[in-house]
C-alpha cells in the first residue's frame, strides 16, 4: 500500500540536512568523508523504512559508520526525524541517502562496505518477478563488488517464500551462509537484535523471523 504524500515533505526533508546526503558525488571516492570517525567500519541498510533498525543500530554500535538507504522520499521523511528526535543523543554515525538499490553504484566505490543489512525486502511474490528480489544474483554481484573481501549480508525477513529464494539464490552464486534462522527470536541472536518497525508488528502477531548471515 502507498504511503500517503506527506504534508509540506520536502520542508521536513530539508530540516534533517544534516543527516541527509543528497549528492551521490560525495560519497563515490570515499564514503568515509561523511562521517566526523572515519575509522569506523562503513555499513548500508537498503530500504531502512521509518528508520527503526537504522538509528537503533547506530545508537548501539558504535563503531559503525551507517547509511541508511530508502528510495521512497516520504518514507525517509519519517526515518530523517526519527534520528533527528534524539537530540542530545542523536548518533554520529548515521546518515540517510533517498536513492534505489538498483543505482549502488552511482553511491558508493568498490569495495568500500564491511556490511550490507536487507531488512524485511519486498518479496515479489509472483514467479516472473524474481529478478526485483534484493537476493536474486544480479544483485548479489552489485553487493559482490561493493563490499570488501570477508564482508558481511546480514538478511531478516518474515516471508519463507523470500527466504527460501534467497537461500537457493546464496548457494549458486557460491556465497557461505555463516549461519541461519527460521526463528530469530528464540536464537542465540535475539538479544543484540535490533528490530525494524515491521518486524515488531509482525513478531507481535506470533510471525516468525528468518535471518541469515553471508559472508562474501
Known amino acids: 500500500m502507498r504511503m500517503r504524500k506527506k504534508k509540506h515533505g520536502e520542508e521536513r526533508i530539508q530540516a534533517c540536512a544534516e543527516l541527509l546526503i543528497e549528492d551521490p558525488a ?54 530523517l526525524e526519527k534520528a ?20 549502488l553504484e552511482e553511491w558508493f566505490p568498490e569495495k568500500c562496505l ?14 516472473g518477478h524474481a529478478k526485483r528480489r534484493l537476493t536474486h544474483r544480479n544483485y548479489l554481484a552489485k553487493y559482490k563488488k561493493l563490499l570488501k573481501d570477508g564482508g558481511l549480508l546480514i538478511f531478516k525477513t518474515d516471508n519463507v517464500g523470500l527466504f527460501d529464494f534467497s537461500l537457493e539464490e546464496f ?17 542465540e541472536r535475539a538479544e543484540g537484535n535490533v528490530m525494524t518497525e515491521y518486524e515488531k508488528n509482525f513478531s507481535e502477531k506470533g510471525f516468525t523471523i528468518n535471518s541469515a548471515i553471508v559472508r562474501f
Open 26 to 79: 560525495v560519497l563515490k571516492d570515499d564514503p568515509a568523508v561523511a562521517f566526523s570517525d572515519k575509522s569506523r567500519k562503513l555499513c548500508l541498510e537498503i530500504g531502512c523504512g521509518k528508520g527503526n533498525f537504522a538509528v537503533g543500530t547506530a545508537a548501539k554500535d558504535t563503531d559503525c559508520n551507517l547509511i541508511a538507504m530508502e528510495r521512497a522520499r516520504d518514507v525517509c521523511c519519517l526515518a
Open 84 to 103: 533527528m528526535a534524539c537530540k542530545e543523543n542523536r548518533p554520529d554515525n548515521l546518515r540517510f541517502i533517498i536513492g534505489d538499490a538498483d543505482n
Open 114 to 127: 564491511d556490511i550490507l543489512y536487507l531488512n524485511f525486502s519486498d518479496p515479489w511474490p509472483k514467479a
Open 171 to 187: 548457494a549458486e552464486f557460491g556465497l557461505k551462509v555463516e549461519w541461519m534462522t527460521r526463528d530469530l527470536h528464540n536464537s
